[in-house]
């Protein structure tokens, strides 16, 4: 038998109010009355980023100046980051500098 229309939508909501919950974390306290603050592992932000994806929920940087200033921050990371070529020459002079001549391959 076939779950209902009604069941399944009533499943994803629970779904969505669940991961919306985890997502912003929360603070627990210990016998001793100290708090702390849970934040959500890379597992829970991985299911909430597969479920936006499966229903095809999408966000606009352009609308947002959050995600605008990360995708800003993201692309500077990737331009600092030294090429390949400038990496192997670095690891071929080092290896040189122990005596170690050329790297293989």
Do not use: C, W
Not at 41 to 63: C, M, R, W, Y
Request: proline share 4%; hydrophobic share 40%.
């Amino acid at each position: 038998m076939a779950a209902s229309t009604k069941t399944l939508g009533s499943l994803h909501e629970l779904v969505a109010q669940a991961l919306a919950e985890q997502v912003q974390g929360y603070t627990e306290t210990d016998d001793e009355g100290n708090e702390r603050v849970v934040r959500p592992s890379p597992a829970v932000l991985g299911a909430a980023i597969a479920f936006l994806k499966n229903n095809n929920i999408t966000a606009d940087p352009e609308g947002n100046e959050r995600l605008r200033a990360l995708g800003d921050a993201l692309k500077a990371r990737r331009e600092k980051r030294a090429p390949q070529a400038e990496l192997d020459l670095a690891a071929e002079q080092f290896a040189a500098s122990l005596g170690g001549g050329r790297l293989m391959q």
